[in-house]
């Protein structure tokens, strides 16, 4: 069996007098999701192939989840973390502004409810919205947090 394999981008802006740090995050769609807020939101990612770059897949995918072009500019690198459920993902931050309101994200199919054998349509992510970094910590996936701590590692040298 091949190991599973994400790529994502991690979107950060510095607002107000102080340059203060925010990053975007995505709350993840569909029925499991929808009443959760802590560890329900994600940095927009998804799998790949091995005939795939993970920079490239971070890129498409964020097309996919969100619905908007990914953003030019320096790519950081953040690094790899293992999941819980074993997928390695990679994740790169950029620096960039996006309105969430223009989010149009990309769909899956689950059969729902479980065992009915009705299929309906989710958004993979249902909402996106711009995080202080403690607001941050409390929403995403545990494991993603050290994504959000190698950023800001980054950007205090």
Do not use: C
């Not at 005939?51 to 971070?58: G, K, L, Y």
């Amino acid at each position: 069996m091949t190991q599973k394999r994400s790529a994502g981008l991690l979107l950060f802006r510095r607002t107000g007098p102080e340059a203060a740090v925010e990053v975007l995050l995505g709350h993840m769609g569909g029925p499991f999701w929808e009443r959760r807020d802590a560890g329900a939101w994600s940095i927009p990612k998804g799998e790949y192939e091995p005939d795939e770059t993970p920079r490239a897949a971070a890129r498409r995918e964020f097309t996919e989840e969100i619905g908007l072009p990914p953003p030019d500019g320096p790519y950081l690198p953040l690094g790899e973390v293992r999941q819980a459920n074993g997928k390695l993902v990679t994740v790169w931050a950029v620096e960039a502004d996006l309105d969430p309101a223009l989010m149009q994200p990309g769909t899956f199919t689950l059969e729902w409810p479980q065992g009915s054998g009705r299929t309906e349509e989710f958004p993979e992510l249902d909402r996106v919205a711009w995080f202080t970094p403690a607001a941050a910590r409390s929403r995403l996936i545990v494991s993603q947090v050290a994504f959000l701590e190698r950023l800001l590692g980054l950007l205090a040298d």
